[in-house]
């Protein structure tokens, strides 16, 4: 398996920008299909995007579109999650996933194998 180190959480404001970074190390990073998910306290985790080994398919939730952005460096065995005018509701513990199943591109947790601790992003109103 894939071990998974996010990092780039904070506090922002309300409208500000963070970026997330996903690092990946251990075996080999090609092939997989990249996701970010998030959990809310007592809410359950849910999809917020993902990225194909190509980068060319890039999914994601209704909730970010046109806010979020997922990329790859896969020299650099990183994926990214540019996130812009975030609000309060986007505070969430941050987790990057990995993915060697075809239908990673449906947004399942159970679809990706390989997960990192997460990343506190906490937006203030």
């Known amino acids: 398996q894939v071990q998974l180190v996010e990092s780039g959480g904070g506090l922002v404001q309300a409208g500000g920008s963070l970026r997330l970074s996903c690092a990946a190390s251990?075996?080999?990073?090609?092939?997989?299909?990249m996701g970010w998910f998030r959990q809310a306290p007592g809410k359950e985790r849910e999809f917020v995007g993902a990225?194909?080994?190509?980068?060319?398919?890039?999914p994601y939730a209704d909730f970010v579109k046109g806010r979020f952005t997922i990329s790859k460096d896969n020299a650099k065995n990183t994926v990214y999650l540019q996130m812009n005018s975030l609000k309060p509701e986007d505070t969430a513990v941050y987790y990057c996933?990995?993915?060697?199943?075809?239908?990673?591109?449906?947004?399942?947790?159970?679809?990706?194998?390989?997960w990192g601790q997460g990343t506190q992003v906490t937006v203030s109103s």
């Open positions: 996933a990995a993915s060697r199943r075809d239908y990673w591109y449906r947004g399942r947790t159970s679809d990706f194998s390989s």
């Open positions: 251990g075996r080999t990073f090609s092939g997989y299909a």
């Open positions: 990225i194909s080994w190509s980068g060319g398919i890039t």
